[in-house]
């Protein structure tokens, strides 16, 4: 069968190949791959940033992000042939630390943990793969494709579980999100804050194409004109661009109690100059609170399954604005003016 492949850290290995079918070690459930989503994950690992193969080989199957169909489960696994599915991305560590003991490996204490297409496991990037059942979620029959939205939702679905619990902490009546990034985890953040009735605003540079359209359709605000022409007393902020330039703007940003949720990953090496009394002053008079969020446990797929269903599902086939066939992955990697989310499809 064909797969996507890189060889980890190595820029311009990526391939695709003929790899054996999947080893019943692997999984009771076997599943036929529909189709898988691309982000900046994967793109870092084509350019040889990071990635680790399984151990003793050379090569990872990509793939983190997926949709598809089972082909054959037990019928104890809870799952049956034509089943649409999503795999779980995190492993928990084998020792395992006390947050993977209880289920929590998006929480991993240790390190050791691994992830599908990205760290020590092969990614859903194969024409099928297998899974146990634990590591499965089931998604409704009428999302079919879309499904391919679940992981990338289920890390938005996180971030807001964390900052609702965060807010928790104390009397909490928040009204106004301002969500920094129109990308897919920016517009997914919308849309889960549209959800809980919040009056939500997306800013982004860009002016055309789908992304205003799409923030606007949930009925939420969009912006283009900057963080500084937005104001402050913003309840809570997600940072989802991972531009450093941008932390202090949205921390400055944020009202009396604000949450800022940083969902976004800053490449490093840049240095800026910064006032660290100044910072702390008014993180600790304004009982200010900054937290990163990345990665979900099965909780947070099973949230995200159920924040997509109660989407319209017009626009969320309004997202997967590129569906590029496996035969031409090379041109799903060329990033395109009007691209939100682009897929790679295994299937016709």
């Known amino acids: 069968m064909r797969a996507l492949t890189v060889v980890p850290t190595s820029s311009g290995s990526a391939a695709l190949v003929d790899v054996p079918e999947p080893p019943e070690t692997e999984g009771e459930v076997l599943v036929a791959t529909h189709a898988i989503g691309l982000c900046g994950t994967d793109h870092e690992i ?3 940033k990071y990635g680790q193969a399984p151990e003793g080989q050379e090569r990872l199957i990509l793939g983190h992000e997926s949709i598809g169909r089972v082909r054959e489960a037990p019928p104890e696994s809870g799952f049956a042939a034509g089943d649409w ?9 084998p020792v395992p630390c006390s947050s993977c003991r209880v289920g929590e490996w998006d929480m991993c204490k240790n390190g050791r943990y691994t992830e599908h297409g ?10 099928r793969y297998r899974s146990f059942a634990r590591y499965l979620v089931k998604v409704e029959p009428e ?18 579980e964390h900052v609702r619990r965060t807010g928790e902490r104390a009397h909490w009546a928040p009204k106004r999100v301002l969500v920094v990034g129109a990308g897919p985890i920016g517009i997914l953040a919308a849309l889960l804050g549209v959800q809980q009735g919040l009056e939500v605003h997306v800013l982004d540079r860009t002016e055309s194409g789908p992304k205003p359209a799409l923030v606007r359709a949930l009925g939420a605000s969009y912006h283009a004109d900057g ?16 531009a450093p330039a941008l932390f202090f703007d949205v921390v400055r940003a944020a009202a009396a109690d604000g949450i800022v949720c940083l969902t976004g990953v800053s490449s490093g090496g840049r240095t800026m100059s910064v006032d660290p009394g100044a910072l702390n002053r008014e993180f600790v008079l304004e009982n200010l609170v900054v937290l990163g969020s990345v990665n979900a446990n099965r909780r947070h797929y099973e949230a995200a399954a159920k924040a997509l269903a109660r989407a319209e599902r017009a626009w969320l086939a309004g997202l997967v604005t590129r569906r590029v066939p496996l035969d031409q992955w090379e041109s799903a990697f060329t990033h395109q003016p009007e691209d939100v989310k682009t897929i790679l499809t295994f299937t016709t």
């Open 227 to 242: 963080i500084a022409a937005l104001g402050r007393d913003w309840d809570i902020i997600f940072e989802c661009t991972g």
């Open 143 to 160: 999302l079919g494709e879309l499904g391919v939205l679940l992981e990338p939702t289920s890390v938005v679905a996180k971030a807001w």
């Open 118 to 127: 990205i760290r020590g496991l092969h990614g859903f990037g194969a024409e």
């Open 46 to 48: 084509l350019d040889g």
């Open 85 to 93: 599915v999503v795999g779980i991305v995190r492993r928990p560590d």
